[in-house]
């Protein structure tokens, strides 16, 4: 319960204080992972001794040691929390717009850190500790409940030579396509193409609808790539996320195992390096 309180209340905006130490994160949308760190070490006293955190006085090495193990955990558990908080949902929503006034949600999520995360710690001496926190994407969107109709893809009523391919990759450099946990594609005219109500839930939790990498080559060597992917460039941005051209549609629609395929999110992006 403890751990949950200190959850919600970061999540609901509260700081938290921690003295010298220092924590950092990021989040990798190639991998779907928020990835953080934590670190703090034991204040002296003039004469050599480790102070406790709370009342500056004096503690054994042992104690010392226990407090700046529990203190980097709690830096890198802050951390990633607050690189949570401006993950973008969709175009318009953060997670911090979905939870803020939720308070379901932000047990959910404070569930989700204390019992999905996969924590790896480094002491680095009797007196300094570091920490290390990964948490899924997947278990972000599992954790909100989201649902996925599986609906079924718009027809594609002209023939075209019909082709398998295994993936869908997209060029959208220079485009502001943003990383977002629930993105989509768009035709021409600005209908949805492929989204969360087209794709498997399993897949959309385990893999993450769409892989977003900064180079073709990060792209054609990504494990959702498969032997024949389709890569296309796409045509603009509309909110945050690609559109692409209708020829294309025609050409990666027309065959049930490419639809297949993005029913289990085989699907790469291509996006700028500083999106």
């Given amino acids: ?153 718009p027809e594609v009523t002209e023939n075209h030579v019909k082709t398998e391919y295994t993936s869908l990759i997209i060029d959208t450099r220079g485009l502001s396509v943003d990383p977002m946990l629930l993105p989509v594609i768009y035709n021409e005219y600005g209908l949805e193409i492929y989204g969360k109500n087209f794709v498997l839930p399993d897949f959309a939790i385990n893999r993450n609808m769409v892989t977003y990498v900064n180079t073709q080559n990060e792209a054609l060597n990504n494990e959702k790539t498969g032997k024949r992917p389709y890569f296309c460039t796409a045509l603009d941005a509309l909110n945050g996320s690609p559109v692409i051209s209708n020829e294309d549609i025609k050409k990666f629609y027309n065959h049930k195992t490419n639809l297949n395929n993005l029913r289990k999110c085989r699907v790469i992006f291509i996006i700028n390096r500083h999106s």
Avoid: H
């Fill in 1 to 153: 319960m403890k751990k949950y309180l200190i959850t919600i209340l970061i999540l609901t905006g509260i700081p938290a204080v921690s003295a010298n130490s220092s924590s950092r994160s990021n989040i990798d949308w190639a991998k779907g992972k928020i990835i953080a760190w934590g670190e703090s070490k034991a204040i002296y006293t003039p004469e050599g001794y480790p102070v406790g955190l709370l009342d500056n006085k004096p503690v054994s090495i042992n104690k010392a040691r226990m407090d700046q193990y529990v203190r980097s955990r709690d830096n890198a558990m802050r951390n990633a929390i607050e690189t949570l908080k401006n993950v973008k949902l969709n175009y318009n929503k953060s997670i911090f717009d979905i939870i803020k006034n939720n308070d379901a949600f932000k047990v959910s999520i404070s569930r989700l850190f204390d019992k999905r995360t996969q924590i790896s710690d480094s002491p680095e001496n009797l007196t300094e500790s570091r920490c290390r926190i990964e948490i899924k994407t997947g278990d972000i969107i599992k954790a909100l409940g989201i649902t996925f109709p599986v609906d079924n893809f």
